[in-house]
């Protein structure tokens, strides 16, 4: 039979107390975040020219800043995507025989 372990209430409630003061933290550093997203999109949000080749338009800096940002990060995805294959594809082919 499966019996769940008893919890004596003392340390039941000093869980209790762990997982409240975590949340707590938790929620300030949620509201700390959202404070400096605010400021951020606030300071950013002048119109920047952008020329890309023969193209040139006007747009908020906030978006010109969040486009890089999402650009970088695919591109890094997918570099560290290709790098990871190459060395799996070279660990085959360089893989010992076992006879």
Known sequence: MDHLPVIPPEESLEKKKRGSNRDVARLIGLVALAGVVTSFIVQNSQNVSVHLWFLSRREPLIFVVIGCIVIGGLLGYVAG????????????LHKPDSL
């Not at 290709?82 to 594809?89: F, L, M, P, S, T």
């Open 81 to 92: 995507r290709r790098r990871g294959a190459r060395k799996v594809r070279r660990a085959l």
